[in-house]
Nanobody, 124 residues
Framework: VQLQAFGGGLVQAGGSLRLSCTTS????????MGWFRQAPGKEREFVAG????????EYESSVQGRFTISRDNVKNTAYLQMSSLEPEDTGVYYC??????????????????WGQGTQVTVSS
């Protein structure tokens, strides 16, 4: 497994969780990072992405203002801070990496390296 995601769990609606995704420095330093999720019976969807240099971020509309993606280029770790969680946020969350150039502003498509997923369950 090239990427490892952790930090999921069970939380009540309105609560918060922080997901982390670690990988090797060789992968992380050359990659944009993204978070995706898959709810039961649904297709996997984009949640948030951050460019290789960290200057570009993008969010799926339903999480805008509630989730924050960030990266620590020293720790080779990407984070997804999730606040004001809703039952609709329940699913398996996957982190992903995309080899790219420093000036690439596309953080939503083209991911080829995936982590194993971490379960997030939000109770009402």
């Amino acid at each position: 497994v090239q990427l490892q995601a952790f930090g999921g769990g069970l939380v009540q609606a309105g609560g918060s969780l922080r997901l982390s995704c670690t990988t090797s420095g060789r992968i992380f330093s050359r990659a944009a990072m993204g978070w995706f999720r898959q709810a039961p019976g649904k297709e996997r969807e984009f949640v948030a992405g951050i460019s290789r240099g960290g200057g570009v971020v993008e969010y799926e509309s339903s999480v805008q203002g509630r989730f924050t993606i960030s990266r620590d280029n020293v720790k080779n770790t990407a984070y997804l801070q999730m606040s004001s969680l809703e039952p609709e946020d329940t699913g398996v969350y996957y982190c992903a990496a995309k080899d790219t150039i420093l000036t690439d502003t596309n953080v939503k498509y083209g991911y080829r390296k995936w982590g194993q997923g971490t379960q997030v369950t939000v109770s009402s």
